[in-house]
């Protein structure tokens, strides 16, 4: 069964701060995906990466940066210098490849900045 | 802005009456996942629908059914409502079933309380 861990429930930090969000997984498959959604209070899932299990390059997308480590199945999540507007809720997850796209969420981080 | 739709935005239900959600999916998007995300928890899939039939399910009762239309929207319904269906209801829209590489859309939900 998969299983996505993130055992950081609440994480509090001033602006411009650098903040790492951690993720761990479990899985049989030898190809899957992960994630990272970001959801404001409004509710919405915002889609911020995709990666495949065959690709363990970092990403930096401007102030964002992923850390996918297979060998110890993680993908961690870094925001350098946060800014308010980087407070919400960050939620790892990991997609199936047979049959239903189902995704499998972790817990969620909720992210404070504070000014 | 995602291209996915889902209404009502919030509603409040008494236990034991049913209740219809609704989705439409980002145009040329044929397959609908719902999600169900109770208060500090992490998204749950419920089940998908593509072209219009039940592709996979979650580990829900089957008092939670769905419908997919010729047009791709759908809706999700719940019988005989328990306080435990209180819930963020998500909706998400992709281009096929099977993940192959596609993004998954989120709508901005739909807040549903049982009282």
């Known amino acids: 069964a998969q299983k996505v861990t993130q055992a950081q429930t609440e994480i509090s930090v001033v602006e411009k701060e650098d903040v790492t969000l951690d993720c761990v997984y479990e899985?049989?498959?030898?190809?899957?995906?992960l994630f990272w959604y970001k959801q404001p209070p409004s509710g919405e899932l915002v889609f911020l990466i995709r990666?495949?299990?065959?690709?363990?390059q970092n990403e930096i997308s401007g102030r964002y940066s992923w850390n996918f480590q297979k060998s110890t199945s993680s993908f961690n999540f870094t925001i350098t210098a946060s800014q308010v507007v980087d407070s919400a809720v960050y939620f790892c997850a990991q997609a199936t490849l047979q049959g239903a796209q189902k995704l499998v969420f972790g817990q969620g981080t909720r992210l404070t900045i504070n000014p | 802005e995602t291209g996915v739709t889902q209404s009502p935005t919030h509603l409040i239900k008494t236990r034991g009456q049913q209740v219809t959600l609704r989705c439409s999916s980002q145009?040329?998007?044929?397959?609908v996942s719902w999600y169900q995300q109770a208060l500090g928890q992490g998204p749950q899939f419920i089940f998908q629908?593509?072209?219009?039939?039940?592709?996979g399910r979650g580990n829900f009762p089957p008092r939670f059914s769905g419908l997919q239309f010729p047009n791709y929207s759908s809706e999700l319904n719940v019988n005989a409502l328990e306080l435990d269906d209180s819930a963020l209801y998500l909706c998400a829209s992709s281009l096929a079933p099977g993940y192959s590489g596609n993004t998954i859309y989120f709508g901005e939900g739909s807040w549903l309380t049982v009282v």
């Open positions: 629908y593509y072209r219009e039939e039940e592709n």
């Open positions: 990666r495949n299990s065959f690709d363990e």
């Open positions: 145009s040329g998007h044929n397959t």
């Open positions: 899985t049989r498959d030898t190809t899957y995906y």
